[in-house]
């Protein structure tokens, strides 16, 4: 069996602040590489909607994915998404994006705990304490799951690629079973999708987010949505490391991912032995 490998539900355009190429450019080269669905996810970092010009940034991102949709209409699939982050810390600003434009598709995501910076952007974590770190990002996930006004839980574990990248720091998942095991019930009471973010893949840290255990686990608990998602910032990484993450929720039972369409899930089986 061969992995389809033709939808991937998280990428960045330029109107991401670390996006590099148009919407345009990535449909393009997407169709070279044999996609058959693209979701666009841009960043929109809730807490700092307007101080940093995301209510611009988000308008023009809608603008342009919507012109690619128009013009690669019959070859592509391009889905209007928004990588929706610390929504939980500003509810009412994450309601006011969400309702602004139709979206397909709404990404959950934390990249900073309050008031602190983005993982990515912090140099160091020696002398941090990692595992209160790692409690409160796992409690902000369970109240922004809470929350529940977005499709797929992005990447799960995003704070290990940095603590692994910037200093060399393995976390063990076990050690937040109950955490996890929380998240996940909430995921799957409120019909919410687990993504499988395969960007860590292409980092130092060479894994999917969540771990497999948590894939295995998840499904053991009788979880049924998956998303595949590269979160391609460049146009080299679109569709990247999808046949591994798509070959972990197989070994683990699951039969199909879904792309979201108008906010609800499609199904799209795995493997083209399944149609
Ligand atoms: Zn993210
Ligand atoms: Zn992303």
């Known amino acids: 069996m061969e992995y389809r490998g033709y939808i991937d ?24 590489k044999g ?10 970092e809730v807490d700092v909607f307007y101080g940093e010009g995301y209510d611009r940034r988000v308008r023009q991102a809608y603008f342009e994915v919507m012109k690619a949709r128009e013009v690669f209409t019959g070859d592509l699939l391009v889905l ?27 990404i959950g995501s934390i990249h900073n705990l309050r008031n602190k910076d983005d993982f990515y952007y912090m140099p160091t974590f020696e002398g941090l304490d990692i595992d209160a770190l790692m409690r409160e990002y796992l409690n902000e996930e369970k109240i922004m799951c809470e929350w529940g006004g977005f499709d797929s839980l992005a990447h799960l574990t995003y704070p290990l690629r940095y603590f692994f990248a910037r200093s060399q720091i393995i976390v063990d998942m076990d050690r937040y079973k109950k955490e ?13 999708a687990l993504e499988i973010n395969s960007a860590g893949l292409r980092q130092p840290l060479c894994k999917l987010s969540p771990e497999r255990d948590i894939i295995k686990r998840y499904r053991d608990m009788g979880g049924k ?22 070959e972990a929720a197989y070994e683990y039972g699951f039969r199909s991912s879904v792309i979201y369409q108008n906010r609800q899930p499609v199904e799209i089986p795995l493997y083209s032995s399944e149609a």
């Open 9 to 32: 539900t998280h990428v960045h355009t330029d109107n991401s602040p670390d996006g590099h190429f148009s919407a345009t450019h990535l449909c393009e080269k997407a169709l070279e």
């Open 35 to 44: 996609l058959r669905a693209v979701a666009f996810t841009d960043h929109c």
């Open 80 to 106: 209007e998404g928004i990588e929706l982050a610390q929504p939980a810390y500003e509810p009412e600003t994450a309601k006011k994006i969400i309702d602004a434009f139709p979206y397909d598709y709404v």
């Open 180 to 192: 996890v095991d929380e998240i996940l019930a909430l995921l799957i009471e409120k019909d919410k």
């Open 225 to 246: 949505l998956i998303t595949l998602g590269s979160d391609a910032h460049f146009d080299r990484d679109l569709g990247a490391g999808l046949d591994v993450a798509a």
